[in-house]
């Protein structure tokens, strides 16, 4: 089975632009997770979804961070608009309760705000 | 609200030496699930190890941890440290139990094994 999968790898842009990262989860799983990654504050939610409903939508990233799930297999995650300290890799992750109680994540997308 | 504490943000060790990293947690939830995620340089987040049971120890890879709930406990020990064992430790906790959930991840301790 293929893992968690992540687009682009990685993405460089200029202050103030709107970039989509993307996301493809474990089939079958209906966990889906959008985390931020920086060496100073470790692991951030910024939102859950679960058979695609949003769950939780990290509160200090809602008003430029938006993420979707267009179907069962698709999340994307919209910034806009970026700005430097929004530099950081943006880590997706799925599981499935019940049968494997962990979090599966993906290669991660490495994110240059200039 | 749900919280996981780990004390130690760097620790240094060399190869052979023991290895202990602490984590503490709190919840309202009597039932607590908690895990050892490991991160090695380049690479995602990885499960090393999960709890669901008071008072057992888990193993994996050499490394284990207890679920201590009186204490709010779960520290990852393993009893010799080796140059792979170098990388970057999240403990994190799953407020809703069987049904995981989102996780609260700790700050993480990154792991240095020296020679």
């Known amino acids: 089975d293929a893992g968690v999968t992540q687009t682009p790898r990685h993405e460089v842009a200029e202050k103030g632009q709107t970039i989509i990262l993307k996301c493809e989860p474990v089939?079958?799983?209906?966990?889906l997770f959008w985390y931020r990654q920086t060496k100073i504050q470790g692991l951030e939610l910024l939102s859950y979804?679960?058979?695609?409903?949003?769950?939780?939508d990290g509160g200090a990233f809602k008003d430029r961070f938006k993420a979707e799930m267009l179907n069962s297999s698709f999340s994307t995650l919209k910034i806009q608009p970026t700005e430097p300290k929004d530099s950081a890799v943006y880590l997706c992750?799925?599981?499935?309760?019940?049968?494997?109680?962990?979090?599966?994540f993906g290669p991660g997308t490495r994110l240059t705000v200039l | 609200g749900d919280s996981v504490t780990q004390t130690e943000g760097l620790v240094t060790l060399t190869e052979g030496l023991p290895v202990m990293l602490n984590c503490t947690y709190q919840?309202?939830?009597?039932?607590?699930?908690l895990f050892w995620y490991v991160q090695h340089l380049n690479e995602s987040p990885r499960l090393l190890l999960k709890?669901?049971?008071?008072?057992k120890r888990t193993e994996h890879q050499g490394f284990h941890a207890t679920l201590h709930k009186s204490s709010s406990s779960f520290h990852l020990q393993k009893s010799s440290a080796q140059l792979s064992d170098s990388a970057l430790y999240y403990c994190?906790?799953?407020?809703?139990?069987?049904?995981?959930?989102?996780?609260?991840f700790g700050a993480g301790t990154q792991l240095i094994v020296i020679p």
């Open positions: 089939s079958g799983h209906n966990d």
């Open positions: 919840t309202i939830y009597s039932n607590p699930f």
């Open positions: 992750a799925s599981s499935r309760p019940g049968v494997a109680w962990e979090q599966f």
């Open positions: 994190a906790l799953s407020d809703r139990g069987s049904a995981l959930g989102r996780l609260h």
């Open positions: 709890s669901f049971t008071d008072n």
């Open positions: 979804f679960r058979s695609k409903s949003l769950m939780e």
